[in-house]
């Protein structure tokens, strides 16, 4: 079935610097995939999503792109803050659209000051 | 748009109690999903209704678990009896069409 696989954190950077969270999938068809940002004591909000090979999709300076040749969808960020600490969740929708949602297990960032 | 209300935001019951978590999706939103949150499995789809009706409930885990959606603007998820490895955060998320789904803030089940 399908599934996503995320790099496992805790992932404990300084302030301004270079962010990745690798995030593989494993799925049959052309899902569309996700990143969502749960900060503490809240819900899940989504911070991007891309639909089809090649996408881009960008949001309060992170970006990932999906790669189909690879089946990746890594998070980066140039320059991250403090208030970017939270738990990221990469996510695919099957291609079924029935809009249900694969998670990986989430990678817990801080950033320090 | 006040987004997806679930209530409560808290509970602590006693294992062998009934417990029952409620869930108001957006307005217009024709799909409603409920999601357990826990260390060990992270996030898991219990049960999803498209229209009103349960679609896919493969995820609800036990006999002890039921979901109901009586109409467009409520859902409830009812566990009786329960355990206390049914500790968990419980969301509930809605979406319209082919969009992604939106979530609510979640209610922290304790088990005690």
């Known amino acids: 079935g399908d599934s996503v696989t995320q790099m496992e954190g805790p992932v404990t950077l300084s302030e301004e610097a270079f962010l990745t969270i690798n995030c593989t999938y494993t799925a049959t068809g052309y899902p569309s995939l996700f990143w969502y940002v749960q900060y503490p004591g809240e819900g899940l909000q989504l911070l991007l999503k891309?639909?089809?090979?090649?996408d881009k999709g960008s949001n309060k300076g992170f970006e990932a792109t999906y790669r189909k040749e690879t089946t990746s969808f890594h998070l980066e960020k140039g320059s991250v803050q403090v208030s970017d600490s939270a738990v990221y969740f990469c996510?695919?929708?099957?291609?079924?659209?029935?809009?249900?949602?694969?998670f990986g297990q989430g990678t817990t960032l801080q950033v320090k000051p | 748009d006040a987004g997806v209300i679930q209530s409560p935001r808290h509970e602590v019951t006693e294992m062998g109690q009934e417990v029952t978590l409620r869930c108001k999706p957006i307005?217009?939103?024709?799909?409603l999903f409920w999601y357990r949150q826990t260390m060990m499995r992270g996030l898991e789809l219990l049960i999803y209704f498209n229209n009103n009706v349960p679609i896919d409930d493969s995820g609800m885990p036990e006999d002890r678990f039921s979901a109901k959606m009586p109409n467009a603007s409520f859902s409830t998820l009812k566990i009786q009896p329960s355990e206390p490895r049914d500790s968990a955060v419980y969301f509930c998320a809605s979406l319209v069409g082919a969009k992604f789904p939106f979530f609510g803030q979640g209610t922290r089940l304790t088990v005690v």
């Open positions: 891309a639909t089809k090979a090649d």
């Open positions: 307005s217009g939103h024709n799909s």
């Open positions: 996510a695919l929708s099957g291609s079924s659209n029935t809009g249900k949602l694969i």
